[in-house]
């Protein structure tokens, strides 16, 4: 929306994972460090947790982009998978049939395939995300899958990726052998305030910023208290706050700004919140004696009355400011647009 305007050519805080964007900050590098020390090694499990949106999957993506073609890589991003079901989509991953066919049978067919890619000088590498969704049974028959060896060399090598829930899996006492497997786990953290600073210039930086709008300095303890450091969230409210500026024809961002575009998500935020209470106060005074029918007064009294009307009064006056800036936003866009064509 706004990257014309101020000279950006690419969006800056996108959501998805783009190796492009990113950014080593001190965790981020060790995980990294970690996943090519794995793939050096060539077995075992690595595991990288962390809450969402810290950036697990950018890592992978990153990590991904970077391989060489000796390493054949297949990612699942799971749901709650059983391990049948798990075997079935690593299979599909590298491209093996598998219809019609029972686990036995996949497996054999992996098994020919892994022992082809060796034999290519090639290795498979497994990526499973989000895999705190899997049940514990399952995450055995990963370990399982990297039995699959040839000369004590496993022919498969796993990453698990997932959120904090995926630790108290791992540590249950059926897991014992999985957990002898894993040569590298690491954690995730969100980003300290030095770390915000960097990861929002970086991102704009790779987006073709040359400093405008400029950004005061005291605006990053600000936003790093706001999305609590989390890479996601950061993204999601620097989008705002860049559309906010564009809006505003701002040339510098200042902390003033920010609080402004703070007070506007959360005013978003409570507005439903409001609407909602409102329905629930709707709900507690229908029990109250027989209502007549479309006859709303008489299940409120009075004071429920105005807190509801007040509150939808809110949620209009919101929904008209938005309206506004959507029209001035659409009319900036003409005038650029026009400004282009006369080039
Ligand atoms: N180190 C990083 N460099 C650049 N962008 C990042 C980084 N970490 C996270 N992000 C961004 O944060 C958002 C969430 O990251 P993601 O990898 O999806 O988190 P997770 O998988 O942990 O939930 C994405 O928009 C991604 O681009
Ligand atoms: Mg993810």
């Given at each position: 929306?706004?990257e014309?305007?101020f000279?950006?050519?690419d969006?800056?805080f996108?959501?998805?994972p783009?190796?492009?964007f ?8 060790r995980a ?5 020390y794995?793939?050096s090694?060539?077995?075992?499990f ?7 949106g810290?950036?697990?999957?950018t ?6 982009a970077?391989?060489?073609?000796s ?5 699942i991003?799971?749901?709650?998978l ?10 599909a991953?590298?491209n093996?049939e598998v219809e019609?066919?029972?686990?036995a049978?996949i ?5 020919q395939y ?6 290519q000088g ?8 989000e895999?705190?969704n899997?049940?514990?049974?399952t995450?055995?028959?990963l370990?399982?899958l ?8 496993p022919l498969?090598q796993s990453?698990l ?8 899996i ?5 897991m ?5 497997r894993?040569i590298?786990?690491c ?5 300290n305030a030095?770390?915000v600073?960097?990861y929002?210039i970086?991102?704009l ?7 405008t709008?400029e ?6 303890d ?8 989390v890479?996601?969230k950061?993204n999601?409210f620097a989008d705002r706050?860049?559309l906010y500026?564009?809006l505003?024809d ?5 902390i ?7 007070n506007e ?8 919140l409001q609407?909602?209470r409102?329905a629930?106060?709707?709900v507690?005074?229908?029990n ?5 029918e479309n006859d ?7 004071d429920?009355m ?14 008209i400011?938005?309206?506004i800036?959507i029209i001035?936003?659409l009319?900036?866009?003409?005038e650029?647009?026009?400004a282009q064509?006369?080039?």
């Open positions: 929306m706004y014309d305007h000279g950006l050519t969006k800056p996108k959501l998805s783009d190796p492009k990113f950014f080593s900050s001190a965790h981020h590098d990294v460090a970690y996943l090519h794995g793939l090694q060539g077995e075992g690595i595991v990288v947790t962390g809450p969402i810290t950036g697990k999957t890592i992978a993506r990153s990590l991904l970077s391989l060489d073609d390493i054949v890589p297949a990612q991003s799971t749901t709650k059983n391990p049948e079901e798990l075997v079935q989509l690593v299979a991953e590298f093996i019609g066919l029972g686990k049978e497996l054999r067919k992996l098994e892994l022992h082809q890619l060796n034999r090639k290795r498979a590498l497994l990526v499973v995300d895999a705190q899997l049940p514990a049974e995450v055995e028959e370990r399982m990297s039995n699959f060896q040839l000369d004590d060399r498969i990453f990726l997932g959120q904090e829930e995926l630790k108290p791992i540590e249950l006492p059926e014992e052998q999985f957990r002898q894993i590298a786990s954690h995730l953290r969100p980003f030095e770390e600073k960097g929002i970086h991102r930086t790779q987006a073709g910023w040359k400093g709008p950004l005061d300095e005291d605006i990053f600000k936003i790093t208290e706001y999305a609590a450091g890479p996601r950061i999601i706050l860049f500026a564009f505003e701002l040339t510098a961002i200042s003033k700004d920010v609080q402004s575009v703070i998500m959360g005013e978003e935020l409570s507005g439903s609407t909602g409102a629930a106060a709707t507690i005074a229908g109250q004696p027989e209502p007549q709303v007064a008489a299940v409120l009294d009075a429920t105005h807190s509801i009307l007040s509150d939808v009064g809110h949620v209009l006056d919101q929904v400011q938005r309206k800036k001035r936003y009319d900036k866009l003409i650029t647009k026009k064509s006369q080039e």
